[in-house]
């Protein structure tokens, strides 16, 4: 059995933590050693719980990051500062409708192919999967925030249907829609 996994007494819970804190926690030991599957869920929960407490935000906490984590865009070869803002409010107001890199070129004027290089070089990953990573982002704020069906919000984000969102959702997040809505959404 390794370290990790063997049972330590807890002690007494330290102040200041919630108790939906201390219970996540005390699951994702029991889990450990028999679903490694309920650990990692465990785990998102308390890492959402812990920066949803340091967050103005407490939705933002549980979205996926707006930008790849860890990217540093470098000075040379990426998109100046007025073509990045454009594209990105760009993709921002019309998520909801077919957003294509040739029209996303033209916005900044320039070439497809020198776009699709820059922006890589400012933003760290493709403009077809950072507009994905957007489409994901504002499901999950609609899931939060509203009661729609998922086939209604599949289409608010700009994919063509539920199985649409499902698929990237999980390859994204790693769960399936409903399961995160159900974990996440606040009970009425």
């Known amino acids: 059995m390794s370290q990790l996994a063997s049972p330590v007494s807890p002690g007494p ?4 933590l919630s108790p939906q804190i ?6 994702a030991r029991i889990a450990l050693s028999q679903d490694i599957g309920r ?4 785990l998102d929960r308390l890492s959402a719980l812990l920066a949803e407490e340091q967050a ?6 549980l979205l996926i990051p707006s930008a790849l984590p860890g990217h540093v865009p470098t000075l040379r070869g990426g998109l100046a500062g007025w073509q990045k803002r454009r594209v990105l409010e760009h993709v921002d107001r019309y998520l909801e409708s077919s957003l294509l890199a040739d029209d996303l070129a033209a916005i900044v004027r ?14 760290g990953e493709t403009p077809h999967s950072y507009i994905i990573r957007c ?11 509203t009661n729609d069906t998922l086939s209604q919000i599949a289409c608010a ?5 539920q ?3 499902t698929r990237l959702f999980r390859r994204i997040v790693g769960t399936t829609p409903m399961l995160w809505r159900r974990s996440w959404q606040q009970p009425d």
């Open 163 to 165: 199985a649409h969102l």
């Open 22 to 27: 201390i219970a996540l926690v005390a699951d």
């Open 56 to 61: 103005d935000d407490p939705i933002e906490a």
């Open 157 to 161: 984000c700009g994919l063509t249907d």
């Open 39 to 42: 650990t990692r869920d465990c």
């Open 135 to 145: 489409r994901i982002r504002r499901a999950q704020s609609l899931m939060l925030e």
């Open 13 to 16: 819970a330290p102040t200041g």
């Open 110 to 123: 320039l070439s497809t192919g020198h776009f699709s290089r820059a922006f890589k070089i400012s933003m």
